[in-house]
């Protein structure tokens, strides 16, 4: 059956409550193909799906975030809906808006303003999908110029990487880019011997479900001359083409952005066109690890010698030639040879001592050699095994890590921003992965076991570093601290879609230690992350952990998280152990859709203020499902009052432990509209002091209920799956659904490999 890529644009805008922007899901006929989060200017959100040509479907928005914090109502507002040029407005005869849940039942005129949780459903026709209809390609002109692209992208949602090329800000084509790299070529009419600026300019990068768009740029031919993108002519540009925002040339395109070439009036010489020779990449093999080897590269192997060229993946025959011995031969060659940034490093076992990398290896990649095991050795005298200070833009991926020193790190980046950790196997040694002052890093896809420290630890400086799709397993097996995943002093970080299993304390920590705000984190989201048994050794800790000591307001997000089996040394005493736990003055935070079940506590506020704990399933925890303590009393001092935090629409299911503690004045949380279940409305269940109900420090529902809390809140059946084997999700038909509860995408919760 015939396809098209069609291009669906949605503009909109939005506005945020509690810090949060608005949030919407574009699907088509109800399949996920991109997400965006909308501010309150207005703007283009451009999403390219390979639908069914000639076919009607269904063009979704679904506005999935709706909320009202502290007075502020958070919403969003469709302008336009643009589908393969055509544009549609939301209060067109084909769009309808239904309200809450998608399922056909509140259904009203489409309109642009939306209020609450609900879809946009434009009704398109299969006139906006018609077949595509091949091109012949022009024929070769005298005077014309040709530039080839050479690219390949990683796709997300299913869509990949799209990008235009321009010569001096002039659109020329465009195209997508697939997982396997080829040419792309583009004629244009430059003017004869005049230098112009070719562009490459990368346009829909996108986070979708962990997946993260991105383009890679091998090279940019013109009329023949070839540039690698780290050559000194290349510039990248990244967000707006405005000059503002400029770094070195690079391969990998992380954002959205573009990559300028200055090319010399050489390369546009008067009368005739110089067609290169199209050349046929090797084509890449996906593998559970990394790509094959592709383009010019060095190579090492434990079979190699360093006086050889390193240019061959195997000695030669006559024994004259083949890959180095040493990752230090090869960085020096690297750095030799400005056509070459890549290492690839065959099976085997390497004792080596470590490699540092400044910043004349920005821009390098050491990676294994297809599904080959390459194993580095750490030893006392070599602590780190990859360092780098100042080295940019780096990739260490398919690599196998072991025998560290407990004192020392796998990897230590410090101003290595843009560097990418992809795909590796870690054991033991001491930390896996320190990045500081390394904006924009990537940790992604790795499994890490039995790391003496932090497995991933991202420090001061690292803001809008990405953590994402890694198993983690008993962190902190030597030194027993902190979390398997520690964020410090590092802003607008992603922690998402990791599993991280049996930790001696927190699963994943983020947050500040200092009152001065030294060490202050903002705006770290975590998301669809399965966490299970932490806090295994310890008295006073989380599955997911939060801390905010500089005492302000710090706008995370938890959501979407499955945190089980949180508990103590002690499980049996007085100890602070719950699934999710903000503590010390955590403020101004979003906990929403978490599945927080079978720890001894489940979630818990501990001085903070302003912040929301609004639909989650909380369920089965053997102490108290819900907590907040107003007396922080860390080294005496009792800090901001607690207040303004809402505890609205959860599930909370009391078949074991109880329902709330409070220890706190009466404001602490206004908790209202929750669902609960397996409660006996007999048994007291709710605890608060100082002294709030008739029945005295402890009461029942009626009595919490008669002392002013949970306004709004019923009893009832949620239709739990499968609660004695511990499957707390929802049914389908769920109670809960009718009332406004949105529904957690429990399937996409956890590794994306799995």
């Given at each position: 059956?015939?396809?098209?890529?069609?291009?669906?644009?949605?503009?909109?805008?939005?506005?945020?409550?509690?810090?949060?922007?608005?949030?919407?899901?574009?699907?088509?006929?109800?399949?996920?193909?991109?997400?965006?989060?909308?501010?309150?200017?207005?703007?283009?959100?451009?999403?390219?799906?390979?639908?069914?040509?000639?076919?009607?479907?269904?063009?979704?928005?679904?506005?999935?975030?709706?909320?009202?914090?502290?007075?502020?109502?958070?919403?969003?507002?469709?302008?336009?809906i643009s589908i393969g040029g055509?544009?549609?407005?939301?209060?067109?005869?084909?769009?309808?808006?239904?309200?809450?849940?998608?399922?056909?039942?509140?259904?009203?005129?489409?309109?642009?303003?939306?209020?609450?949780?609900?879809?946009?459903?434009?009704?398109?026709?299969?006139?906006?999908?018609?077949?595509?209809?091949?091109?012949?390609?022009?024929?070769?002109?005298?005077?014309?110029?040709?530039?080839?692209?050479?690219?390949?992208?990683?796709?997300?949602?299913?869509?990949?990487?799209?990008?235009?090329?321009?010569?001096?800000?002039?659109?020329?084509?465009?195209?997508?880019?697939?997982?396997?790299?080829?040419?792309?070529?583009?004629?244009?009419?430059?003017?004869?011997?005049?230098?112009?600026?070719?562009?490459?300019?990368?346009?829909?990068?996108?986070?979708?479900?962990?997946?993260?768009?991105?383009?890679?740029?091998?090279?940019?031919?013109?009329?023949?001359?070839?540039?690698?993108?780290?050559?000194?002519?290349?510039?990248?540009?990244?967000?707006?083409?405005?000059?503002?925002?400029?770094?070195?040339?690079?391969?990998?395109?992380?954002?959205?952005?573009?990559?300028?070439?200055?090319?010399?009036?050489?390369?546009?010489?008067?009368?005739?066109?110089?067609?290169?020779?199209?050349?046929?990449?090797?084509?890449?093999?996906?593998?559970?690890?990394?790509?094959?080897?592709?383009?010019?590269?060095?190579?090492?192997?434990?079979?190699?010698?360093?006086?050889?060229?390193?240019?061959?993946?195997?000695?030669?025959?006559?024994?004259?030639?083949?890959?180095?011995?040493?990752?230090?031969?090869?960085?020096?060659?690297?750095?030799?040879?400005?056509?070459?940034?890549?290492?690839?490093?065959?099976?085997?076992?390497?004792?080596?001592?470590?490699?540092?990398?400044n910043a004349q290896d920005s821009?390098?990649?050491?990676?294994?050699?297809?599904?080959?095991?390459?194993?580095?050795?750490?030893?006392?005298?070599?602590?780190?095994?990859?360092?780098?200070?100042?080295?940019?833009?780096?990739?260490?991926?398919?690599?196998?890590?072991?025998?560290?020193?407990?004192?020392?790190?796998?990897?230590?980046?410090?101003?290595?921003?843009?560097?990418?950790?992809?795909?590796?196997?870690?054991?033991?040694?001491?930390?896996?992965?320190?990045?500081?002052?390394?904006?924009?890093?990537?940790?992604?896809?790795?499994?890490?076991?039995?790391?003496?420290?932090?497995?991933?630890?991202?420090?001061?400086?690292?803001?809008?570093?990405?953590?994402?799709?890694?198993?983690?397993?008993?962190?902190?097996?030597?030194?027993?601290?902190?979390?398997?995943?520690?964020?410090?002093?590092?802003?607008?970080?992603?922690?998402?879609?990791?599993?991280?299993?049996?930790?001696?304390?927190?699963?994943?920590?983020?947050?500040?230690?200092?009152?001065?705000?030294?060490?202050?984190?903002?705006?770290?989201?975590?998301?669809?992350?399965?966490?299970?048994?932490?806090?295994?050794?310890?008295?006073?800790?989380?599955?997911?952990?939060?801390?905010?000591?500089?005492?302000?307001?710090?706008?995370?997000?938890?959501?979407?998280?499955?945190?089980?089996?949180?508990?103590?040394?002690?499980?049996?005493?007085?100890?602070?152990?719950?699934?999710?736990?903000?503590?010390?003055?955590?403020?101004?935070?979003?906990?929403?859709?978490?599945?927080?079940?079978?720890?001894?506590?489940?979630?818990?506020?501990?001085?903070?203020?302003?912040?929301?704990?609004?639909?989650?399933?909380?369920?089965?925890?053997?102490?108290?499902?819900?907590?907040?303590?107003?007396?922080?009393?860390?080294?005496?001092?009792?800090?901001?009052?607690?207040?303004?935090?809402?505890?609205?629409?959860?599930?909370?299911?009391?078949?074991?432990?109880?329902?709330?503690?409070?220890?706190?004045?009466?404001?602490?949380?206004?908790?209202?509209?929750?669902?609960?279940?397996?409660?006996?409305?007999a048994a007291k269940e709710f605890?608060?002091?100082?002294?709030?109900?008739?029945?005295?420090?402890?009461?029942?529902?009626?009595?919490?209920?008669?002392?002013?809390?949970?306004?709004?809140?019923?009893?009832?059946?949620?239709?739990?799956?499968?609660?004695?084997?511990?499957?707390?999700?929802?049914?389908?038909?769920?109670?809960?659904?009718?009332?406004?509860?949105?529904?957690?995408?429990?399937?996409?919760?956890?590794?994306?490999?799995?």
């Open positions: 059956m015939a396809t098209t890529s069609t291009k669906i644009v949605v503009n909109a805008l939005g506005k945020a409550a509690a810090g949060v922007n608005a949030h919407f899901t574009l699907l088509v006929d109800g399949q996920k193909v991109g997400e965006g989060t909308a501010g309150t200017t207005a703007k283009d959100f451009v999403f390219t799906p390979v639908l069914t040509a000639d076919t009607a479907h269904k063009v979704q928005i679904r506005y999935d975030n709706d909320a009202v914090v502290n007075g502020q109502d958070r919403s969003l507002t469709v302008n336009s055509k544009t549609i407005a939301p209060t067109a005869g084909i769009v309808s808006y239904d309200k809450g849940a998608l399922d056909g039942r509140d259904v009203a005129a489409g309109q642009s303003n939306m209020w609450w949780n609900g879809t946009l459903v434009v009704n398109a026709d299969k006139s906006y999908f018609p077949a595509a209809t091949p091109t012949p390609a022009p024929a070769a002109t005298a005077g014309k110029d040709t530039i080839v692209v050479n690219a390949s992208g990683t796709a997300a949602g299913g869509v990949n990487a799209h990008f235009k090329v321009l010569v001096d800000g002039k659109q020329i084509g465009e195209a997508t880019a697939g997982t396997t790299a080829k040419n792309f070529t583009f004629t244009t009419d430059a003017a004869d011997n005049v230098a112009h600026k070719v562009q490459i300019q990368y346009d829909n990068d996108a986070m979708v479900n962990g997946q993260d768009r991105s383009l890679t740029v091998n090279s940019i031919s013109i009329n023949g001359h070839s540039y690698a993108s780290t050559s000194s002519a290349v510039t990248y540009d990244k967000g707006a083409l405005d000059g503002k925002d400029v770094v070195a040339g690079q391969k990998g395109m992380w954002w959205n952005g573009t990559l300028v070439l200055n090319a010399p009036a050489s390369d546009f010489p008067a009368g005739t066109t110089n067609t290169p020779t199209p050349t046929t990449p090797t084509p890449t093999t996906p593998t559970p690890t990394n790509p094959a080897p592709t383009g010019p590269a060095f190579y090492v192997a434990t079979n190699g010698k360093d006086s050889w060229s390193g240019k061959l993946a195997a000695p030669n025959a006559a024994g004259t030639d083949g890959p180095f011995a040493s990752l230090a031969k090869a960085q020096a060659a690297m750095r030799a040879d400005p056509n070459i940034d890549t290492t690839y490093i065959r099976g085997g076992d390497y004792h080596q001592n470590g490699v540092w990398l821009g390098v990649t050491f990676a294994g050699y297809g599904n080959e095991k390459a194993v580095i050795h750490g030893s006392s005298s070599a602590s780190v095994s990859f360092g780098l200070g100042g080295a940019k833009n780096v990739t260490i991926e398919g690599l196998t890590f072991a025998d560290g020193v407990t004192s020392g790190h796998y990897v230590f980046a410090d101003n290595a921003a843009g560097l990418t950790f992809a795909n590796n196997v870690v054991k033991g040694g001491g930390y896996g992965i320190t990045v500081q002052n390394s904006a924009n890093s990537k940790v992604t896809g790795n499994q890490f076991d039995n790391t003496g420290a932090e497995s991933i630890f991202v420090k001061a400086g690292s803001n809008a570093t990405l953590v994402s799709d890694n198993l983690i397993r008993h962190p902190n097996a030597a030194d027993r601290g902190d979390a398997g995943i520690w964020v410090n002093g590092s802003s607008d970080v992603k922690v998402t879609h990791n599993q991280i299993e049996n930790s001696p304390e927190k699963a994943i920590a983020v947050g500040s230690v200092q009152t001065d705000g030294s060490d202050a984190a903002y705006r770290v989201t975590i998301s669809f992350n399965k966490v299970i048994n932490a806090n295994l050794e310890s008295n006073d800790g989380g599955g997911i952990y939060l801390i905010n000591r500089q005492q302000d307001l710090a706008n995370h997000t938890v959501i979407n998280n499955d945190v089980s089996g949180t508990t103590a040394t002690n499980p049996t005493g007085q100890v602070a152990s719950w699934g999710i736990y903000l503590d010390d003055w955590t403020s101004g935070t979003t906990v929403k859709g978490n599945v927080v079940h079978d720890n001894i506590g489940g979630v818990f506020l501990h001085g903070g203020w302003n912040n929301t704990v609004t639909e989650n399933v909380i369920a089965g925890n053997s102490g108290a499902q819900i907590g907040l303590q107003q007396d922080v009393a860390w080294s005496g001092w009792k800090g901001h009052t607690m207040s303004g935090n809402d505890i609205s629409g959860n599930v909370i299911d009391v078949r074991e432990g109880t329902a709330v503690h409070i220890y706190g004045p009466a404001n602490v949380g206004n908790l209202h509209n929750n669902f609960y279940s397996s409660l006996d409305t605890d608060a002091w100082p002294q709030v109900m008739s029945s005295g420090a402890w009461g029942t529902l009626s009595n919490w209920q008669a002392a002013g809390y949970d306004k709004g809140s019923m009893m009832l059946n949620p239709g739990f799956v499968n609660p004695s084997a511990d499957d707390f999700s929802l049914s389908s038909n769920s109670p809960v659904y009718a009332h406004g509860f949105d529904h957690i995408a429990y399937g996409d919760i956890g590794l994306l490999h799995a």
